[in-house]
């Protein structure tokens, strides 16, 4: 395993904390007010006179602008969110810009984004390790993709509990590489099921380290997910190294695998929305998780139907069918029984559907078409689509006060659908790798079952 030292100290040392920056206001009613200010971009003002307005609303600015000694820091979308008449006010803004006054103009060489998290690295796999030159051993975890024709460091430190996106191979703006790190960390956050949605800030550094210019960002905090699609942690991918018979070189984050699926959903922006409900879906009530995996589904199913990849079964020919459908709109334009145009319109509409299979069909078509074999189990799970989008439930609740065991049923068919998109959604990404079989994995164990994803199919059918 490669092998690095770094000194947490210093990584850290470069990120200001916004509150003990002194700052005042420059516009505005809050012209010469003092404003604190915290790195979760929380701010309060505070005045010599009297900061006193009786409504909340008045605060209307798309932006503050105040002064701090190491430069300007602007308060993006300040809300305020609470006002005691004569001693102050605070809120919380979108975002906070601090930019350095003698920097100005000054091109930057590195672009770094530190985002709140958990302890990552007594977690997850990273390929290769990371020693803190202050203590010696390893302690931090790192992994090097290459996106978007840059190279990027993903670093995990314990230290701050923190995850640091990192790149000199500047080649784009610093708004251009915070929305690219924004991506990276949601195809991130499915892959390893640790949200990494928190807090972050951004910073434009020079050549010698000096800081140019510097982006907070409010976060959401959320606990890690209990379900998520590859084996990231150490028992897990221990288990599925000996069950599908990896060699002992394999790892689960392998940086080449990592860095085409990075690279293949950046390029393609609507994988965004499957793998928001992917992500959603374990923290979900139990009444919407069906109905999230059954959208999940549907989304990518549009996506590889846009792509040309598959395409929807007709049972008649277009020709054929466009005459026959052409014939019966007549019939029902021409049919008078006191029918309203709305109705008219309505059956027409319906008409206009017959031709089209069943949204099992649908459903099951793009795992055809990139080489996906799906059991007898699968296929019936992914046929209960309708009930989990429509009624969140397969079951009737009587059922469930009669049988007290009906709850496995509804989970293994969840875990099923669950399994199947993700192993559809990895291989359209150009996984390869290990993927969890949450549907044949027993419930009360740990020892999980597994699958292997591989590109050979889809190459076959594409």
Known sequence: MEMREIDVRKVLADVPELV????????????????????????????????????????????????????????????????????????????????????EGVEPKVFRVYVKTRELAKRVCFPSGIVDSRRGFRAR???????????????????????????????????????????????????IGEWLSGDSCALQLGADGELIRADWFKGQDRIGNIFHPIPSDWLGWGQARLKLGFADDREPLEEEVLSRVVERFLIEPPLETPISYLLWFSGAPMEMRGALLSVALESLTDVLMRKGLCEYPKLLPVDAWGKLSRAMEALITEYDDGWSKEQRDVIVARLRGLNSPTNAAKLTLPF????????????????????????????????????REAWRQVHEVEMRIYTAVNQLLLTYLEFDGALIDWGSSPIESSDFEYRQVTQRARRNHT
């Not at 078409?369 to 989008?389: P, Q, T, Y």
């Open 20 to 103: 003990n920056l002194e700052a005042w206001g420059q516009s505005g009613w809050i012209e010469g007010a003092k404003v604190s200010v915290t790195t979760d971009c929380r701010w309060s003002a505070t005045h010599d006179g009297r900061l006193d307005f009786s409504l909340l609303e008045e605060l209307r600015a798309e932006s503050l602008a105040l002064r701090t000694r190491l430069g300007a820091l602007v308060l993006h979308q300040p809300q305020a969110t609470r006002n005691t008449s004569g001693q102050g006010v605070s809120g919380v803004a979108v975002s906070v810009t601090l930019s350095v006054a003698e920097k």
């Open 141 to 191: 975890a790192r992994l090097s993709l290459r996106v978007s024709g840059i190279s990027l460091d993903v670093v995990a430190l314990d230290e701050g509990k923190c995850l640091v996106l990192e790149t000199r191979d500047v080649g784009m703006g610093g708004d251009e590489f915070i929305a690219l790190v924004f991506r990276v960390r949601q195809v991130l956050s499915y892959l």
């Open 368 to 403: 055809r078409a990139l080489g996906i074999e799906l059991s007898r189990e699968d296929r019936w799970a992914i046929e209960s689509r309708n009930k989990l989008l429509h009624q969140g439930r397969i079951l009737r609740p009587e059922y469930f006060r009669e049988n």
